[in-house]
C-alpha cells in the first residue's frame, strides 16, 4: 500500500461511517410515531412481522459496524496525522489533512478554495506532500 492508498482509505472509511450514522438517523426516525390516518380502513387478515423489532434490530447491526470501523480509524488516523505532521511545509500539511482528513469530506476545488489556491498549485503542492510523505510511509512500515 502506498500513502496516498493509505489516506485515501482513511477518507473512504470516514465516508462509509458518515453513510451508515445517516442510515441510522433515518431508522431511529421511522421509530417516531406518526399521525393517526383514519381516512383510511384497513381490514387486518393476518398478523404481521414486528416492524419495530425488525428496526431496533438493525439499528443494533449498523451501531456494532459503525463501532467496529471507528476503531480501526482512529489507529488510522492517528497514524496519518503523526505522518503528516513530519512535513516540513505548512501547505504540504494543510493540502494532506484537509483532504484526507476533514470530516466534511471537501472536494478538491473547495480545498483549493479555503487555502487561497488556483487548483493547478493545489495538486502541484499535493503531489509534493504525497512523494514526501511516501519516504516516512515506507520507514514508518519497515
Do not use: C
Not at 52 to 80: C, P, S, W
Amino acid at each position: 500500500m502506498t500513502a496516498k492508498e493509505f489516506l485515501q482509505s482513511i477518507r473512504m472509511e470516514r465516508m462509509e461511517v458518515d453513510h451508515m450514522s445517516d442510515m441510522l438517523e433515518e431508522l431511529r426516525t421511522s421509530l417516531l410515531p406518526s399521525a393517526i390516518r383514519y381516512d383510511k380502513i384497513d381490514v387486518q387478515v393476518s398478523l404481521p412481522d414486528d416492524p419495530m423489532a425488525e428496526t431496533f434490530a438493525k439499528i443494533e447491526e449498523i451501531e456494532t459496524q459503525i463501532r467496529d470501523h471507528l476503531t480501526g480509524l482512529v489507529e488510522k488516523y492517528n497514524r496519518a496525522v503523526s505522518m503528516i505532521l513530519q512535513l516540513d511545509k505548512t501547505e504540504h500539511r494543510q493540502i494532506l489533512q484537509r483532504y484526507y482528513l476533514s470530516t466534511d469530506h471537501p472536494k478538491w476545488y473547495q480545498v483549493a478554495e479555503q487555502m487561497g489556491y488556483s487548483e493547478q498549485h493545489t495538486f502541484r503542492l499535493h503531489n509534493e506532500a504525497m512523494e514526501l510523505l511516501q519516504n516516512i510511509y515506507k520507514d514508518e512500515s519497515k
